[in-house]
């Protein structure tokens, strides 16, 4: 593979009150590849995409390390990792009353644009998210689902200088979404990931990942189960063992694809 | 909605207007009856022709006391805005962490400390020993409360607010029983510092709070971007690259320190911290770059206004400017819990 690595880490550990969430882990996620974190609930997928997004600190261990672009994390400033790594939360706790362009607007935070360039970045990101209808309407009286996309815009806002360094990161981004926006925020991810960025995605929807991903990884017990391209990594076997749950995986009937099939 | 279209420019310069005319109206009103004619011609040159009861009445208390409304209005807005902002709270207000409470048990052990000096040096007791004091009281108490709320995750909001509850219900008790064992003399020095009086108005007080205000705004304002990340949650702003220990621990303790200064000079004056944000977020929307303006001077409208109903609701003597604030602020925030309770 000849692709850059985005974040490595090594041996990270994770212990929350007395209990293991993630044991030893070690990680290189690689540029210009969408990389979905699976898993049963609890099994440590957003724990370990905070740890990668520097959220919250591994448990102390003298062998745990992040770098990111090969870069160890004490050498990146907030400002200038801001730029980079973009993060899209499960939920957002906003409750105050800002409009939909004023939360995408957030975004621009750690940017220098002008007002132009600024106004010209944000329309296209609300436009993307297909939110450019709501832009003047109050945040916290959105559903669920256009919250979720509003965000998008917004972290999406947030990397719009990245260059060639961009870590797009999702936590369970589809789950208020109805099928098409689904599949909206999806293709984002995936173009994203095609011109170059690192895209990691917390998904519930082993089928979503099998469609999107170039590289699943199947989380359980704090340890990482599986590792590889969706064929290698979602097998019925491996499935069945993880999620304690019968299933069978078939191709799709028009793409090159597995499909998980509950029994 | 339909508020949020009015243009910001325009917005600030009808509450300057009015502003202006209502500390004009509360230099023309009072117990004694002074014309608007006259009102105005004791602040121009020709000040030097009226009666000098009159001018001593219009240049010794009418507008030192003016202009100290205007700018404790101010500090007091002005903290009750980023407090809420700090708290992702629209409920939050100074007095709610306990700094009020605090800054009031440290002012209240001054008064009843220095009481034999009192009667020698009032100057010294007015503008140093109960400052002092209730500033380190509000400074105390709030890195007392942030820290039993900060834990290595960062800090939780649920456990600070029970923190100021806490420490509110003792800085009470404490205030308690100095009202207990103070003497006559003191104990009216004490009820009437505690229900907040904006008649004390020296030019050295006014000085003091100028000055505060101006740090306060200025600093705030550089830190209005991160402030208005932080209402996003901590872990959000900490993605956008603001570093949020470091600014929420700058906000906490310069709050502290407006409203240590405003409870030195003006007692405990509520409300005013939390009805003026929420009026501003109304006409502007939470964005603390214009909210933060504005609230300044609508704090300085309203405590002003109030100042004024305290001065003729019951001439010839008058109200503490306390009441009044609670008066209007305590149905008000009731109504903010009557909106909220579905989502307590």
């Known amino acids: 593979m000849g692709l850059k690595s985005a974040i490595s880490c090594k041996h990270i550990h994770l212990t929350l009150a007395g209990k293991v969430i993630l044991n030893d882990i070690s990680l290189n996620i690689r540029q210009g590849e969408v990389t979905t974190l699976l898993g049963p609930n609890g099994a440590g997928k957003s724990s370990l995409l905070k740890i990668l997004a520097d959220e919250i600190k591994a448990t102390v261990n003298k062998d745990s390390e992040i770098h990111y672009f090969n870069e160890s994390k004490a050498n990146w400033n907030r400002g200038q990792l801001a730029k980079h790594v973009g993060i899209l939360p499960q939920q957002s706790s906003l409750t105050f009353a800002f ?45 669920g689902g256009e919250k979720q996309r509003v965000h998008l815009a917004r972290v ?12 797009l990161m999702l936590d369970e981004p589809t789950s208020a979404l109805d099928i098409s926006h689904q599949h909206n925020t999806l293709s984002i ?40 391209t969706p064929w290698q990594a979602l097998t019925a076997e491996k499935i069945e063992q993880v999620y304690q749950h019968p299933v069978e995986v078939l191709k799709h009937p028009s793409a090159d694809y597995p499909v998980v099939y509950a029994i | 909605m339909l508020l949020r279209q009015i243009p910001f420019s325009l917005l600030m310069i009808f509450v300057i207007t009015l502003m202006v005319l209502v500390a004009t109206f509360s230099i023309v009103v009072g117990p004694m009856t002074i014309s608007i004619f006259d009102s105005f011609k004791g602040l121009s040159p020709w000040a030097n022709e009226l009666p000098a009861h009159i001018q001593l009445v219009i240049h010794q208390i009418r507008l030192p006391r003016t202009l100290l409304c205007l700018v404790v209005g101010a500090i007091l807005a002005i903290s009750g805005t980023v ?47 109960v400052p002092l004091f209730a500033f380190l009281g509000g400074a105390l108490t709030t890195l007392l409360v942030y820290s039993l709320g900060t834990s290595k995750h960062g800090t939780s909001v649920a456990v600070m607010l029970l923190a100021g509850v806490a420490i509110g219900a003792l800085s009470g008790a404490g205030i308690g029983y100095l009202n207990f064992i103070a003497t ?67 906000l906490i303790l310069l709050t502290a320190a407006g409203v240590g200064i405003t409870v ?81």
């Open chain 1, 99 to 143: 409009t939909v362009r004023e939360v995408v607007e957030l975004g621009l935070l750690p940017l220098s644009l002008s007002r132009k360039q600024a106004d010209c970045v944000i329309n296209d990101m609300l436009e993307k998210v297909d939110t450019l209808h709501l832009e003047t309407r109050l945040y916290p009286l959105l559903s």
């Open chain 1, 156 to 167: 999406l806002t947030q990397l719009s200088e990245s260059g060639n360094k961009t870590v």
């Open chain 2, 264 to 344: 030195s000079i003006a007692g405990m004056i509520g409300f005013i911290g939390l009805i003026v944000p929420h009026l501003g977020r109304m006409l502007t929307g939470p964005d603390h770059k214009v909210l933060l303006p504005l609230s300044a001077l609508m704090g300085a409208l309203l405590l002003t206004i109030a100042d004024m109903i305290a001065r003729v609701a019951v001439t010839p003597a008058e109200l503490p400017v306390g009441i009044v604030t609670a008066i209007i602020g305590a149905p008000f925030f009731l109504y903010l819990l009557f909106k909220q309770r579905g989502r307590m």
């Open chain 2, 184 to 250: 006559d003399q003191m104990l009216r020095d004490l009820s009437l510092w505690s229900m907040g009086s904006l008649a004390g108005a020296t030019w050295s007080s006014i000085t003091l709070a100028s000055v505060c205000l101006a740090l306060l705004l200025t600093l705030f304002m550089r830190n209005a971007k991160g402030l208005n990340a932080l209402l996003l949650g901590e872990a959000e702003a900490g993605h956008l690259g603001v570093n949020t220990q470091k600014l929420k621990r700058r």
């Open chain 2, 83 to 129: 407090m809420q902002g700090l708290f992702r709270n629209p409920l939050a207000e100074p007095g709610i962490i306990g700094v009020s409470a605090g800054a009031g048990l440290g002012a209240a052990i001054a008064i009843v400390a220095f009481s034999s000096i009192a009667m020698q040096y009032p100057l010294l007791m007015n503008i140093a020993a």
């Open chain 1, 189 to 228: 991810a995936r173009n994203m990931a095609d011109k170059g960025a690192a895209v990691i995605i917390v998904l519930h929807d082993l089928n979503l990942a099998a469609q999107y991903s170039d590289r699943v990884l199947i989380l359980n017990e704090g340890k990482i189960q599986a590792d590889g």
